[in-house]
């Protein structure tokens, strides 16, 4: 499986980015997929997923802020991110779970800052 990631920016404290991973295999058949974070001196963290049967899963820190859908036809996952705060501050991380294991795709840099 390949993954790549796009839509990382900087963007001011209260802003909304849309980040985009396209994976070269059928997102349907996976069991899951999704987007980690790494902040500096920081361990990755799961931020949101979505599962084969539709269902989601966000992390604390963002559940109200961050929306994960996913096109199913463009084999491509979403990230709405709103209200975004300093605390943001990541490389995104596109992940499938599939059969065969965990497929990582490159970073994209989110910077938050005014």
């Known amino acids: 499986v390949q993954l790549q990631a796009s839509g990382g920016g900087l963007v001011q404290p209260g802003g909304s980015l849309r980040l985009s991973c396209a994976a070269s295999?059928?997102?349907?058949?996976?069991?899951?997929i999704g987007w980690y974070r790494q902040a500096p001196g920081k361990q990755r963290e799961l931020v949101a997923n979505i599962n084969s049967g539709g269902g989601t899963n966000y992390a604390d820190s963002v559940k109200v802020r961050f929306t994960i859908s996913r096109d199913n036809a463009k084999n491509t996952v979403y990230l709405q991110m709103n209200s975004l705060k300093p605390e943001d501050t990541a490389v995104y991380y596109c992940a499938a779970d599939t059969i065969v294991g965990r497929s990582w795709g490159q970073g994209t840099l989110v910077t938050v800052s005014s």
């Open positions: 295999g059928s997102i349907f058949s996976f069991n899951a």
